[in-house]
């Protein structure tokens, strides 16, 4: 998905507060880029601080809708005159999805993806309970209550 371009921003907000020239918001074009770069970059850092990889950052099937909303939530930080024009339940809205980085799953082509931490996914050596593949039946003390040694 592609990013949220400072021209599609403007739209974006014009919409919001239901103008009908995204030029007159009252803010500069130089807010509105420095906004859809600073919500790049939190979703970037957001996502790989989970173990995200870049590629599946730019691919991810909610990248633009995330960037739109954190570019607005940044956009509202750098200029007052929008901020103040927002209604107090969409800023709050912004900003409970710019938490939601933390936690949201990431879906590529429809596909959920686990974050990349070097790691194979089910690569053997986790055991949530019971036994580990080609383990004997004993139990955990030096000696299983059939006799056997278990070896520690």
Not at 81 to 103: D, G, H, Q
Request: proline share 3%; net charge negative.
């Amino acid at each position: 998905m592609p990013l949220v371009t400072a021209t599609r921003l403007q739209e974006l907000v014009a919409s919001d507060l239901q103008k009908a020239d995204p030029n007159d918001l009252g803010a500069s074009p130089a807010s509105f880029t420095s906004a859809v770069t600073s919500a790049e970059q939190e979703i970037r850092g957001a996502l790989l601080d989970r173990g995200y990889s870049a590629a599946t950052i730019l691919a991810w099937d909610r990248l633009e809708e995330y960037h739109g909303i954190v570019s607005r939530w940044v956009l509202c930080g750098l200029v007052s005159s929008i901020a103040n024009a927002y209604p107090t339940e969409r800023i709050e809205m912004f900003k409970s999805r710019v938490k939601e980085l933390a936690t949201v799953r990431v879906f590529v082509g429809g596909e959920l993806v686990n974050p990349d931490r070097g790691l194979k996914e089910n690569a053997g050596g986790s055991v949530g309970y019971g036994r580990m593949g080609g383990e004997s039946d004993s139990c955990c003390s030096r000696t299983s209550r059939c006799g056997t040694d278990t070896g520690w």
